[in-house]
């Protein structure tokens, strides 16, 4: 089986105020259309291993494999196009442009990789907000939307560029149990159909539960 | 690889949606180019105005034959004393001729030359005017009226009457205007003149002459170096004078020297001449640029507060931006082209309010007694003042945009993300 992610032996230290040692040797692999959710209690180091993960944050030790390749040590700009291209995040606060359209929130990072023509971006980023039920909003201010309405918009961005995987930061965390229900399925259809894998922190037992596979963290260790 | 498209709408919307912010920022460089223009245009365009009062009509070169004493002493000629210390009292100058010899052949050697737009022979001489009773003394010039006014812009000066009319009525004569009104004389009226060593020459005035100072209208008539030699009774190879423009006021100092040499005749030029005229001009440029770049550099700090405002109320926009993708670097470029923006509208709008004061400034009357042509406010409209202005703004919006936009080139995701 193709293995999408790999962690290998990550540490990370926060230095200030004190030397924190947060993540201990964190090793696993994620495979290919594989669901994964990760869990722990607050404080254990989930968001910290998403933003490394993430290539956001290169401050640790360890290597990280996305694809076979390897992502430590990549100078920024690189990695600015590996996440561009191969990495969709879905935050817990829906973070959209709110000066822009929900459409150019959902193109921006298309039209950033320009490997299409502005007709053909549009054209995807309707059928993502077709598929997440929220294709009329379009043309609406990104600011004029419910939340729930927000979080899809930003998982349609995520999805934009076709990546190889998904990450999520409790993408559920501020949504009913409808709404929730609502994005599990999307993810779950996602990873069936497309063979899209997933990495999703959550809090929420039967989002887990349903996924295929749940890691368990506890003071910056995996269990 | 920079994806402009995207970066410039970004930039534009971004601007678009902070409109007053973006209008003040921009009117800021409107404000500082617009006076910029606005001021220089009109100083230079004094400057040239004053420079032009004296500098036009002086020649670049006056060639005339000094009164002095001989540097060479008969006792120098005797050999029986050379070896000794000699002492001579009270040497006078010999009365030597004012007339410079051989000076139609120097004037067309001199037309030869390449830096040479014109040599003008003249006669001066000192007179008397008679009218009835009245004796006023004066100076008669003779000139070629027609070339005079061609090199140097003689007709500024006459105030009725034509340069024309000077060169083609016999025995005229152009007046200076104090004494016109002293006389009570109109043009069309004789005017006697007496030269010093006697005779009265009748002239009919052609027209009045007025350069704008005073004293010297009160004394200066102009006439044709004909008529003056006449007058004097001298022959038509009689010069007193030559006067030299050139095509560059550079070339004076050297000309100079090597006509001095060249003829032992004296040469001044018109540096040596004029030399606290220009210490003036230089003092008022430096003036009129330190005004103009204090308001520029004014308007700079605008643009990098609103910027630095700017970037502190998109961090997080600037975080989802490197979350989904963009470079440090495109986020730079997306602030720097919304200070480019704001320096390329504001600078341009500041242009052409910067012409529409000056083509205003250039319509109010300035009517003075100094200045007879002068009709309205002098405007120097030289197209290099506007680019220069142009590129300030370019540059000025730069330097501005640059702190800022580095700032958010380096802002952490991580960290906006987390604080929220
Ligand atoms: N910038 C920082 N400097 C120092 N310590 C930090 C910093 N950011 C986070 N921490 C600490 O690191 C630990 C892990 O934080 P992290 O945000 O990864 O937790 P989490 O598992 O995501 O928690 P939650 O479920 O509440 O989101 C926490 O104890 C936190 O206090
Ligand atoms: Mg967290």
Known sequence: ?????????????????????????????????????????????????????????????????????????QDRDHLSYIRNKHIGFVFQFHYLLSEFSVLENVMLPAKKLAEKSYQEIEYDAFEKLKMLNIEHLAKKRASQV??????????????????????????????????????????????IEQGLSLLIVTHDDDFANKTDRIIQMADGKII | MTNWSVILGIAKTHL??????????????????????????????????????????????HVYNEIEPSKNQPISLYNDVAESFNVVHS????????????????????????????????VKTQIFYIAGSIELGGNLTGINPVSEARLFNMSDYIVEGSAE????????????????????????????????????????????????????????????????????GEANNYITDINIK?????????????????????????????????????????????VSITLLIVAGFGIYNILNMLIYEKMNDIAILKATGF??????????????????????????????????????????????????YPINLNPMFFVIGFLFAIISTFLAGYLPSKKAKKIDPVKIIRGQ
């Open chain 1, 1 to 73: 089986m193709n293995i999408v992610l790999e962690a290998n032996h990550i540490n990370k230290y926060f230095k200030k105020p004190v030397l924190f040692h947060v993540l201990k040797d964190i090793s696993f692999q994620i495979k290919k259309g594989e669901f994964a959710s990760i869990m722990g209690k607050s404080g254990c180091g989930k968001s910290t291993l998403l933003y490394i993960l993430s290539t956001m944050d290169t401050d640790y030790d360890g290597e990280l494999y996305l694809n076979n390749q390897l992502v430590t040590n």
């Open chain 1, 146 to 191: 419910s939340g729930g309405e927000k979080q899809r918009i930003a998982i349609a961005r995520a999805l934009i560029n076709n990546p190889s995987i998904i990450m999520g930061d409790e993408p559920t965390g501020n949504l009913d149990s409808h709404n929730a229900e609502n994005v599990f399925n999307i993810f779950k259809k996602l990873s």
């Open chain 2, 16 to 61: 678009l949606t902070k409109i007053k912010q973006t209008s003040i920022a921009a009117l800021g460089v409107t404000f500082g180019i617009g006076s910029y223009i606005t001021l220089v245009c009109f100083m230079t365009g004094l400057n040239a105005m004053l420079d032009n009062l004296i500098l036009n009509q002086t020649p670049h070169i």
């Open chain 2, 91 to 122: 040497i006078k100058p010999k009365r030597s001729q004012k007339k410079i010899h051989n000076a139609l052949p120097i004037i067309s050697y001199l037309e030869e030359n390449k830096d040479v737009r014109g040599a003008l022979p003249q």
């Open chain 2, 165 to 232: 009319a000077l060169e083609h009525t016999d025995n005229s004569i152009l007046l200076g205007i104090g004494i016109a009104k002293k006389m009570s004389l109109k043009v069309g009226d004789r005017v006697q003149v007496s030269p010093i060593n006697g005779g009265i020459f009748p002239l009919k005035i052609v027209g009045f002459y007025q350069s704008g100072i005073a004293d010297l209208d009160a004394i200066q008539s102009f006439t044709n170096i004909k008529t003056v030699q006449r007058i004097l």
């Open chain 2, 246 to 290: 050139l095509y560059d006021i550079e070339r004076a100092v050297p000309l100079a020297k090597k006509i001095e040499q060249q003829f032992k005749l004296t040469a001044i030029d018109i540096k040596t001449a004029n030399a606290q005229f220009e210490t003036g001009t230089t003092i008022r440029n430096l003036i009129t640029y330190a």
């Open chain 2, 327 to 376: 470079s440090g670097k495109d986020v730079q470029l997306i602030f720097m082209s919304q200070a480019m923006i704001i320096g390329f509208v504001g600078g341009v709008l500041g242009l052409l309010i910067g012409l529409g004061l000056t083509s205003l400034i250039s319509t109010i009357p300035f009517q003075t007694e100094a200045l007879p042509t002068v009709e309205t």
